[in-house]
């Protein structure tokens, strides 16, 4: 095996691949740069990092390429400059994207000759240094294997398995439970403030409440992975629960967008219990969507 340089590029530089140069750096590794818009690059030259003038600089550079981009369709235009600088280099995708949107980027990838592995970026917002922070991996484990202590300063890694999108299905699992709750946290604390109330008062009982989400997922996990849980009377509780929220958000001239869609959910639940026979959840209704 050939020694290993403790080098890396890092190309796209938004806020979380210059984290990324940040805690590279950090640790002492050498780190090459590329961004499409130069003032961010100036930037992290300032920091100690190497600029590369081309995308087949930033190629050359190093044996591994940290790609953090918005979205696999920029990787195409990125890397699509400088294919013939690919073959023999290893590229780690840390954008998010759709899974199969990462599986047709593993596949273009390896087809101008690299080899390939992404990630999904599980951080808290770009600070990839706090304790919670941490990353999936998903794709070839020899591949991920052979650049692991490369890559350990970017947060600690949750190697997943061989399939390419398999970080981001995890990934996109992780973030379909936060985009509502933080619009649901929202729209509560506008409720409490709109209703003259302290919302350092509220925010300890709303801490406290959380405690009890990991015993739900425990329960719903495994009532979800046999058809969901669903009682029709509990379904019209929560139909009359969500009509509660929408006056308590309304009544203050608060947007309740988000606990309509939530009622809609029960409502349409509980119709579907009614036509069928026997309760429906839904989760079954989310399952089964065509
Ligand atoms: N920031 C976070 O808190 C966070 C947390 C977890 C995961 N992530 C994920 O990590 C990835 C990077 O995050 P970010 O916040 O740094 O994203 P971002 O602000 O969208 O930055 C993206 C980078 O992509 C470049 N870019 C976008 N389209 C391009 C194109 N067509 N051609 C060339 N360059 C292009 C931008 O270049 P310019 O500078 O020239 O515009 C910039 O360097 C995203 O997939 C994001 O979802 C972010």
Known sequence: MSEQRNSVSVIGLGPMGQAMVRALLKAGVEVTVWNRSTAKVEAMVALGAK?????????????????????????????????????????????????????????????????????????????????ASYIFYSGPREVFDAHADLLRPLSPQEYLGADDGLAQVFYQGLLTTFHPWLLAFDQATAMISKAGHS?????PYAIRSSEAYPY??????????????????????????????????????????LSHAAQAFWRKAVAASEEAGRAVSTYELMRDAK
């Open 51 to 131: 600029a590369a003038a081309t995308v087949a600089e930033a190629l050359d550079a190093n044996e591994v390429s940290v790609v953090s981009l918005t979205h696999y369709a920029a990787m195409y235009d990125v890397l699509g400059q400088a294919v013939d600088h690919l073959p023999g280099k290893v590229i780690a995708n840390l954008s998010s994207d759709s899974p199969e949107h990462a599986r047709k980027g593993a596949e273009w990838v390896r087809s101008h000759g690299a080899q390939f592995i992404s990630g999904g970026v599980m951080s808290a917002g770009d600070n990839i240094e706090h304790p």
């Open 199 to 203: 919302v350092a008062q509220f925010v």
């Open 216 to 257: 739900f997922m425990q329960e719903f996990s495994v009532a979800n992975e046999n058809g969901g849980w669903a009682e029709v009377a509990s379904l019209k509780m929560m139909d009359a629960g969500a009509q509660h929220i929408i006056e308590a958000s309304e009544e203050v001239g608060v947007d309740a967008t």
